[in-house]
Each structure stands twice: as C-alpha cells, then as structure tokens.
C-alpha cells in the first residue's frame, strides 16, 4: 500500500556553521517500504522559500544497515543558508539482488525485487513538504549524482508539472535491459535542465553504450540522446546545433550546449567536464548547481 504518513522525527542538528539552521531526519512508509529523507531549514528564509532536493549517488557493496549518508550535505547546507532555500536529502532503497542502495530510474524496475516506485514516492515528498514548509511552488529543483542524476531526470520527466529546473551531474536521461523499446514520457510543462557530464567519465559514458551497473546489463543512453530528449521536450531552436558524440566518442572541440527562450522561458545546457571522471566535484558543483536552478523558476 503506498502511503506517506506523518513523519516521524528522529534527529535533529545543527549545521556546524553555528545556530544557522537545523537538520532534521524522518521516516515514512511508501510502496510498503520504510523511507527515509532529511530536510535542513536555515533559520532564515523568506515567507515562500524555494526546495531543492539532493539525490545522492549509488552506495555499492553495502547492506540494509547502513543507508548511504546525505549527500554533500554540509556545501548544501551553507548554500541554503546563503541563498535562502531549504533542501532536502531524501535517501533511496537497498536492492539485494546488487548488494547496493540506488535508485529506481528509467528503466530499472525489473531489477528490484520489491518495487520502491521512487518517483512516486520523491513526488509525494515535493507535494507534502511544499505544504508543510509553504514553499514557492515555481521554485521546486531536483539535482543528483550519478544513480541521483538518472533519478534526477526521470523526476523532470515525470513530475514537470511540479518541478522547475534539474541539474543531473554524471548521469543520463536512462538506462534499459538490451533490446529494450521503452518510450520516455512527454512533459506536461517545461522544465529547465543543466547536465554536467565527464568525458572521462568510464562508469556513466559520455556517449553511452552496453553497460553493467548494478549487477545488471544495461544499455546506458548518450548525452545526445538525453540533450536531444530534453531540446524536442521543451520546445527549443536546435537548429545549427553540434553532436556532442562522434562515432561513439566525444566530439572534439564541442564543449556542450546550451539553449535558451525554450517553452516557458527554459533553457536547456550540457557542459563537457574535459577530463573529470566519475566524480561530483564538492563545493564547485553545488554553486554552479545552485545558481542554475534559483534562477529559472517555473513561469
């Protein structure tokens, strides 16, 4: 039965910048599964603050019992308090057939044993928490890594009635089974999409291409092919726009994308992380991450 009850409080701290705001952790159940989130509220915020919420990467080789910890929260935590956002740090489920916690994106039911429905469940959180905190409703963001960053854009996919903008570091549109013939969704409304991708990167390709992730074989999608989804989505000009892969391999001297006056006033940018690997990047990263999406509300 799926179900978001009221939380039950378990924790709360303070970030170790002082009194600045406090973190606070909780459980629920959804889909028959105990979930888990944290949510940091700076002490100042103004009457409708923006959420942002932070999906964190696989945690391989792992067990039940010992859930992955939230991620980059500390450089989260002194963004919110900076830029007055509260964000939230929801944790996904263990998958015993691959020993690690990850998240249900596109398309990766079929390797769960039990389905979390986590797209349901991250939707459910937006609703309720945008009510709990009287949140912006046109500054709702979602940004992740790695596993997070495939959640992260099947949440703009499938809630974009919701959410304004997503920034997906080290992870594409989707993944599938070989031989697969999945069809992504169409947008309800437009959302804005920052994608920061390693051409170096040898776990999530650049390109694409067969992959096993999670003990499973999988055909991972190109970053052409999640720009390509995202640009027909959102309604942008791509006329004159260059392939970011060529042959299978990143095309020299294309360092991304970027498309602005979209539908709804969005843009869609791809940035070429030249020679970073597998890896998020820390403080950096959550700026530039930051500033794209409190800067493309919903219109």
Same mark, same amino acid.
């Given at each position: 039965?799926?179900?978001?009850?009221?939380?039950?409080?378990?924790?709360?701290?303070?970030?170790?910048?002082?009194?600045?705001?406090?973190?606070?952790?909780?459980?629920?159940?959804?889909?028959?599964?105990?979930?888990?989130?944290?949510?940091?509220?700076?002490?100042?915020?103004?009457?409708?603050?923006?959420?942002?919420?932070?999906?964190?990467?696989?945690?391989?080789?792992?067990?039940?019992?010992?859930?992955?910890?939230?991620?980059?929260?500390?450089?989260?935590?002194?963004?919110?308090?900076?830029?007055?956002?509260?964000?939230?740090?929801?944790?996904?489920?263990?998958?015993?057939?691959?020993?690690?916690?990850?998240?249900?994106?596109?398309?990766?039911?079929?390797?769960? $044993?039990?389905?979390?429905?986590?797209?349901?469940?991250?939707?459910?959180?937006?609703?309720?928490?945008?009510?709990?905190?009287?949140?912006?409703?046109?500054?709702?963001?979602?940004?992740?890594?790695?596993?997070? /960053?495939?959640?992260?854009?099947?949440?703009?996919?499938?809630?974009?009635?919701?959410? /304004?903008?997503?920034?997906?570091?080290?992870?594409?549109?989707?993944?599938?089974? $070989?031989?697969?013939?999945?069809?992504?969704?169409?947008?309800?409304?437009?959302?804005?999409?920052?994608?920061?991708?390693?051409?170096?990167?040898?776990?999530?390709?650049?390109?694409?291409?067969?992959?096993?992730?999670?003990?499973?074989?999988?055909?991972?999608?190109?970053?052409?092919?999640?720009?390509?989804?995202?640009?027909?989505?959102?309604?942008?000009?791509?006329?004159?726009?260059?392939?970011?892969?060529?042959?299978?391999?990143?095309?020299?001297?294309?360092?991304?994308?970027?498309?602005?006056?979209?539908?709804?006033?969005?843009?869609?940018?791809?940035?070429?992380?030249?020679?970073?690997?597998?890896?998020?990047?820390?403080?950096?990263?959550?700026?530039?991450?930051?500033?794209?999406?409190?800067?493309?509300?919903?219109?």
């Amino acid at each position: 039965m799926k179900s978001l009850a009221i939380s039950l409080l378990l924790t709360s701290l303070a970030w170790a910048g002082g009194s600045s705001g406090t973190l606070s952790t909780y459980t629920t159940t959804w889909n028959g599964l105990t979930r888990t989130y944290g949510v940091y509220v700076p002490n100042k915020l103004p009457a409708n603050p923006p959420l942002v919420f932070v999906l964190h990467p696989t945690v391989p080789n792992s067990t039940p019992s010992t859930p992955p910890p939230y991620f980059n929260d500390g450089p989260w935590e002194k963004s919110a308090v900076q830029n007055q956002f509260i964000v939230v740090f929801p944790l996904s489920t263990f998958n015993t057939r691959a020993s690690s916690w990850y998240w249900d994106s596109f398309f990766l039911d079929f390797s769960f $044993p039990v389905l979390p429905d986590d797209a349901g469940f991250l939707r459910s959180l937006v609703q309720n928490l945008t009510l709990q905190y009287n949140a912006d409703p046109t500054r709702i963001f979602f940004t992740g890594m790695s596993s997070g /960053a495939f959640m992260t854009h099947m949440m703009g996919a499938t809630s974009s009635d919701l959410i /304004a903008a997503v920034v997906a570091v080290e992870g594409q549109i989707e993944a599938e089974p $070989p031989n697969a013939t999945f069809v992504l969704p169409t947008l309800v409304a437009p959302v804005s999409v920052l994608d920061l991708q390693g051409d170096a990167d040898t776990t999530v390709p650049y390109c694409g291409g067969p992959k096993t992730l999670w003990n499973e074989k999988l055909v991972i999608a190109s970053l052409d092919q999640t720009a390509d989804y995202w640009l027909e989505s959102n309604g942008c000009n791509t006329e004159g726009l260059p392939q970011l892969c060529t042959n299978g391999m990143p095309t020299p001297d294309v360092q991304g994308l970027d498309v602005a006056g979209c539908n709804g006033g969005t843009e869609v940018e791809v940035v070429r992380r030249d020679g970073v690997g597998h890896v998020y990047g820390g403080v950096p990263i959550v700026n530039q991450s930051a500033s794209f999406m409190l800067t493309h509300p919903k219109q």
